[in-house]
């Protein structure tokens, strides 16, 4: 039961003092944003509405202290469809704000700058889908300079930042590059000799999974079911995380090829991660061409809400592909 | 202590590391206080046989420019190797192929063919090809022959040290010469005559750090503010994926990095790196805007790998070391285009 005695009246005015969040009074609470929810597909738990509502009528402390107001991912795919046109996730992050200021902490992880490695070339803020990332002047070892710096109320932990660095400066807990190559090549997978090289039955495949666009736990449990000695699977917090030095390694290894799964188009959890990871493949697919090796060696599939289970078909299209013949390109 | 005995070799190189160490200037008075130069072939008169005389072991640092692009620089890279105690891999043909490195990508036939028949400026009615052997009245001259893959030095024997860049910085040089000298080197395998981090890091042009790039440019194509980033003006920089050590030479005279000084420490392959970070700062969201943007990079091995490639895992995944040491099919004994005297 909520008893008015207890709610804090003053609250929705402190969400709205904080830029982002003075739309909060404009939610009727219709639940366009719940049915939209990207995050809700794979967390039934989490609700935007129910946030938006609770602050709206003063739920205080409650609001403040769940987990919920960390989980929204600000893909803000609920933004254009509100009838109310609320930027929900501008309120959200004002409402982190004020439970940061309280001293609350948000979960993370996030993604960890080594100032001593940093050049502070800014390929990192310009890939932060969440402008999360500024260069400020720090002290390191005795010396200012310009390092990234990493805001923790925005980083959604997407691990875009950590491919796109180019000196390796920056981790992400779990998908660092060392861990990333270490689950790669674990058991030897990728010391053993390809299908290329007529040392395997089947073309060997390594294929890099964004983590939202398996759509349940089945579904992951069926891919990792199909792992073998011809299908390595290697989960990615998003398909922008993929590595093309990672993709290089394992092809001028054992792997026939490399496939990339992400999220379509409209549906990337991370705003602009699906985007980056298809850029990445499309350019290294025109950096192979060039070099003349054989086409289709790297693929990036897009799966949609509607494409449940399709993975398992597409990694078997491509191994049938890899069977065939090499064109020789000129 | 004896003085230094210091060789210096070009192998398929362009003479500008030769260059390099002649601008050392007044440091080479002092470096000829400190060594006795025993072999460079480029400044001073010695030949082949003056190497083989020497014992084992008796240089004790050889600086080996350019790549192994002919069985003669092969041979050359084991007889040094031999002769000398620290092999240094140095400049950028030496240590990751270079720009030569670049005539992988369609590999030695092609460039052949192209030389001998196809250039605007060749006039050979005849169709005579370049042969390794030549029949004369007075016998045989020969040349070189050029192997399948250019490969760098360390494809083909041990090294202990690499100095980068094309050419090496004079000052890195000394820098790495004194380091010899007051016997400060660092562990092998070390590169020398580098500072920390990346070239953004010596860079004073002002980053806005949201910039994304619409379409970009290449260097004759558009005239760039002189105190922003280049990057994020559309010029493909490599700064953010090079070594810092030549003190940001050409982005203070307005051309982008091209990324001489290869890959940081710890990354495994520069290309794929500075492809990374150039998407990073790509606009777009959708799969045309994607082809748009990409379309406007012109020869993406040529920007991406231009001094790397040799070095590369691209160039891994394209040829087996065995076969890279191979003549190449056109100068094959027997092959077409070995030449007579008429």
Redesign the interface.
């Known amino acids: 039961m909520i008893r008015s005695s207890e709610l804090d009246r003053g609250f929705m005015r402190e969400v709205m003092a904080i830029p982002g969040g003075e739309n909060l009074i404009k939610c009727w609470s219709c639940g366009t944003c719940a049915a939209t929810c990207l995050v809700r597909r794979y967390d039934p738990t989490f609700n935007p509405r129910l946030i938006l509502r609770k602050a709206g009528m003063g739920m205080r402390q409650e609001v403040l202290s769940s987990r919920e107001i960390w989980l929204c991912s600000a893909c803000d795919a609920c933004y254009p469809r509100c009838p109310q046109e609320i930027h929900i996730s501008e309120v959200m992050k004002a409402i982190r704000t004020i439970a940061i200021a309280e001293g609350y902490e948000a979960p993370g992880p996030f993604a960890e700058v080594d100032t001593a490695?940093?050049?502070?070339?800014?390929?990192?803020?310009?890939?932060c889908p969440y402008?999360a990332?500024?260069?400020q002047p720090v002290l390191v070892n005795g010396e200012e300079?310009m390092v990234a710096q990493v805001d923790h109320t925005l980083c959604m932990h997407c691990g875009?930042c950590v491919?796109?660095?180019?000196?390796?400066s920056i981790t992400l807990e779990d998908y660092a590059n060392d861990e990333l190559i270490a689950r790669m090549g674990a058991g030897g997978w990728l010391e053993e000799g390809s299908y290329q090289q007529g040392e395997a039955t089947e073309p060997r495949i390594l294929a890099f999974v964004c983590q939202w666009s398996m759509r349940s736990d089945a579904e992951w449990a069926t891919l990792d079911a199909m792992q073998s000695d011809s299908l390595r699977i290697v989960n990615l917090p998003c398909s922008g995380r993929v590595?093309?030095?990672m993709?290089?390694?394992a092809?001028?290894q054992g792997a026939d090829g490399v496939l990339v799964a992400g999220c379509s188009?409209g549906e990337c959890h991370y705003k602009?991660g699906t985007?980056?990871g298809?850029?990445?493949v499309?350019?290294?697919d025109?950096?192979?061409a060039?070099?003349?090796?054989q086409p289709g060696r790297v693929r990036f599939v897009e799966l949609g809400a509607f494409d449940r289970g399709a993975l398992p078909g597409l990694i078997a299209e491509m191994s049938a592909a890899l069977k065939q013949p090499a064109v020789t390109v000129a | 202590m004896d003085k230094l005995k210091l060789a210096v070799y070009w192998a398929s190189s362009c003479g500008g590391c030769d260059i390099a160490i002649v601008e050392l200037g007044e440091h080479l008075l002092e470096l000829a206080k400190l060594a006795d130069i025993v072999f460079w072939p480029c400044a001073m008169d010695f030949k082949y046989s003056d190497v083989e005389a020497m014992d084992d072991r008796h240089i004790d640092v050889c600086l080996f420019n350019g790549a192994i692009r002919t069985d003669e620089d092969e041979h050359i890279a084991h007889l040094l190797r031999r002769k000398s105690k620290v092999l240094v891999a140095f400049g950028s043909c030496a240590s990751e192929g270079c720009i030569p490195g670049l005539g992988n990508?369609?590999g030695p036939d092609h460039a052949l063919a192209r030389a001998a028949f196809e250039t605007p400026t060749t006039d050979n009615p005849e169709r005579v090809m370049f042969a390794p052997r030549y029949a004369m009245p007075e016998g045989d001259l020969t040349l070189p022959a050029l192997t399948v893959q250019l490969r760098t030095l360390e494809q083909v024997v041990p090294i202990d040290f690499t100095i980068p860049g094309c050419p090496p910085n004079h000052e890195q040089i000394w820098n790495a010469i004194t380091a010899v000298v007051e016997n400060r080197l660092p562990e092998a395998g070390s590169l020398l005559g580098v500072d920390p981090?990346?070239?953004?890091?010596q860079c004073p042009r002002t980053?806005?750090?949201?910039?994304?790039v619409e379409r970009f440019f290449r260097p004759h194509e558009i005239l760039p503010d002189p105190e922003r980033?280049l990057l994020?003006q559309g010029l493909v920089c490599a700064?953010?994926?090079t070594h810092?050590g030549c003190g940001a030479l050409c982005v203070k005279a307005m051309m982008p990095c091209r990324g001489c000084y290869g890959a940081?420490?710890?990354?495994?392959?520069q290309?794929?790196?500075?492809?990374?970070?150039?998407?990073?700062?790509?606009a777009?969201?959708?799969?045309a805007e994607?082809?748009r943007?990409?379309s406007t990079?012109v020869?993406?091995?040529g920007t991406?790998y231009r001094f790397s490639l040799g070095a590369?895992?691209?160039h891994?995944?394209?040829k087996s070391p065995l076969e890279s040491g191979q003549r190449c099919e056109t100068q094959r004994d027997g092959a077409r285009g070995e030449g007579e005297h008429a």
């Open positions: 490695l940093c050049s502070g070339c800014a390929v990192c803020t310009r890939a402008g990332i500024e260069r300079r875009v491919a796109a660095c180019p000196s390796g590595d093309p030095g993709i290089l390694l092809l001028s188009e602009r985007y980056l298809r850029s990445k499309a350019l290294l025109t950096v192979l060039q070099m003349g090796i | 990508i369609k981090r990346t070239v953004c890091d980053r806005l750090g949201k910039i994304q980033c994020e700064g953010p994926a810092a940081p420490d710890g990354v495994l392959d290309g794929s790196e500075l492809l990374d970070a150039i998407v990073a700062g790509m777009g969201e959708s799969d994607i082809r943007v990409v990079i020869d993406p091995v991406f590369s895992l691209l891994a995944l394209k």
